[in-house]
């Protein structure tokens, strides 16, 4: 069965509304004081989408959308970090990943997000998010209200009928690895199906070993480094896998920018497509990004991607354009800094320290070009760092109309704060903030008795029906108490393993689909879980949970 449902979505009008809400719905007032203009936003993330994906052959539906409503197209535009996490905490924060705190999973925003869009006059944004991955601590800081779960086709349709501006984030997953062959009609052959990798015209495997690198490439979420390397004869065929996948976004697309102009939303909304980051397609041995192949690299491959915005204020436009055409590199901190004043207030009242570096600061792409010389940061693993209290590197990169210099900081250094680098390099270095946990479990009282597991009941095997309507799992013990939930997922080269500070009695994993299940979850075979009273004391059993 293929995972790209989303052609079954794009089916009908209701099904394009359900593909586009499938994330999120922010809730945005805007005073109308001063004449504040009034805008929706819409943010579309696209997973791993790298900028040289953009063309007449990949993307023709795209661009010809671009040409025919006004779009403008940022062909110099950067991502700001390896892995998805820094990068869209970035864009909806304006916060640099330097300044960030989060170098891997279970790290907290160790900042307020400084873009306006909360805690400000005039302007006040929240997001609800209906999908899985967003309700991760990392997100916590940005003052967003997460629900999973909510019914698609209404959030669209309650944007279009509001009477004050609503606001939608959306990350396109399907793109993210497994990289599966997917056909022009939206399917996508069993990887145990013979001769399911050489439906593009591809030679077969020249060997059992390039069959193997094949197979982890259409199967599995992540591919590290430890279990293969690419030789540059994968090239051809990864790059097949890869842009299947983006000729299926581009379908996807043409219907869900269907609906944006049927439902009125064009007249009235600020679109923006990017994102989070691009992909590695074996140009250097390693196919995917910093948390799928834990060896995270800043090269034009994961760093540059592309950005297109559609807005309904012409001089907004005019701006953009004159931005977008001036050759300046911008990246994920511009946009994030601007979205306030896309949606019509100005960043008059911008929060970003005055000692922080210019080239961490965003500039506002409603304003004039202002040259400058921008940076990416990255953990090597990123959100799978073996230990996320450790890093075999950090890399630090500054781009300018000179290129781009990368150096690579040792973990213990920084973290000791003893970096000497030059020049501009050390200034930036010097802002980095230290990764603090999202979560607090200071004054948690003592719980008495052991923990036992309520939901599972024990370990053993777990189908998608069972979590359909219950990705849950729950435990005795007070429900206003604070718990520590380890966790140890895969084996091999899919182990993962960390610790969530829980409040309450339970964990909600969010509303996850059947494919996701299957694409996302299945493939690390098992987790375990063993939760404790983070004050000392009670301990429960290991639950053993195998995905099925």
Do not use: C
Not at 106 to 120: I, K, S, W, Y
Not at 154 to 160: D, G, K, Q
Not at 317 to 340: N, P
């Amino acid at each position: 069965m293929a995972r790209f449902t989303v052609f079954r979505w794009l089916s009908g009008s209701l099904a394009a509304v359900a593909g586009l809400t499938a994330v999120a719905l922010l809730a945005t007032s805007i005073d109308r004081a001063g004449g504040v203009p009034r805008y929706n936003l819409i943010l579309l993330t696209v997973e791993s989408f790298r900028a040289d994906a953009v063309s007449p052959d990949l993307t023709p539906r795209l661009l010809a959308l671009l040409d025919e409503s006004n779009g403008v197209y940022f062909r110099n535009h950067r991502s700001v970090s390896a892995w998805t996490v820094p990068n869209v905490v970035a864009l909806l924060s304006g916060v640099h990943p330097i300044r960030q705190g989060i170098l891997s999973r279970g790290h907290g925003l160790a900042v307020q997000p400084e873009n306006g869009l909360t805690g400000r006059d005039g302007i006040n944004l929240a997001m609800s998010s209906f999908q899985p991955f967003a309700l991760i601590d990392s997100y916590s800081g940005l003052g967003l209200v997460r629900e999973p779960g909510g019914e698609m086709p209404l959030a669209l349709a309650a944007m279009a009928r509001a009477s004050s501006p609503q606001g939608l984030w959306y990350h396109y997953l399907d793109t993210h690895l497994p990289h599966r062959p997917t056909l022009p009609d939206g399917t996508q052959p069993e990887p145990d199906t013979p001769g399911f990798d050489t439906a593009f015209g591809l030679p077969p495997p020249r060997d059992d070993l390039e069959r193997a690198r094949r197979l982890a490439v259409a199967t599995q979420p992540v591919v590290p480094v430890d279990q293969f390397r690419f030789p540059a004869g994968d090239r051809q065929w990864v790059q097949a896998f890869y842009q299947s996948e983006i000729r299926a976004f581009d379908r996807w697309f043409e219907g869900f920018f269907d609906m944006f102009r049927r439902t009125g939303l064009a007249r009235n909304t600020v679109l923006v497509v990017t994102a989070d980051h691009g992909e590695e397609l074996a140009e250097a041995g390693r196919v995917g990004h910093a948390s799928t192949t834990r060896e995270g690299v800043l090269s034009d491959a994961v760093l540059n991607v592309p950005m297109m915005i559609w807005t309904p204020d012409a001089g907004h436009r005019a701006a953009l354009q004159t931005w977008s055409e001036s050759g300046v590199v911008t990246d994920h901190v511009d946009l994030g800094g601007s979205l306030a004043a896309l949606l019509g207030a100005p960043m008059t009242a911008y929060g970003v320290a005055p000692e922080v570096p210019v080239g961490l600061q965003p500039r506002d792409l409603t304003d004039s070009v202002v040259p400058a010389a921008r940076y990416a940061f990255t953990s090597a693993a990123g959100f799978a760092e073996p230990d996320p209290e450790r890093s075999a590197y950090l890399l630090l990169s500054r781009e300018d109309l000179a290129g781009r210099q990368v150096v690579r900081l040792d973990w213990r250094a920084v973290m000791d704060r003893d970096v000497s680098l030059d020049d501009e390099f050390g200034s930036v270095a010097a802002t980095l903030a230290l990764p603090s946990a999202a979560g607090t479990s200071e004054g948690n009282a003592v719980l008495n008795g052991p923990i036992r597991w309520i939901w599972p009941r024990q370990s053993g095997d777990v189908t998608y029906p069972e979590i359909r309507d219950r990705s849950r799992i729950e435990w005795s013990g007070p429900a206003d108490a604070r718990y520590v939930l380890e966790y140890a997922a895969g084996t091999g080269a899919l182990r993962m393993a960390g610790e969530i500070d829980v409040q309450g009695n339970g964990y909600a994993f969010g509303k996850i689909d059947e494919d996701y299940w299957r694409t996302f979850v299945v493939p690390y075979g098992q987790v375990r879980f063993r939760v404790r009273d983070p004050a000392g004391g009670a301990v429960s059993e290991w639950l053993t949970v195998r995905m099925k």
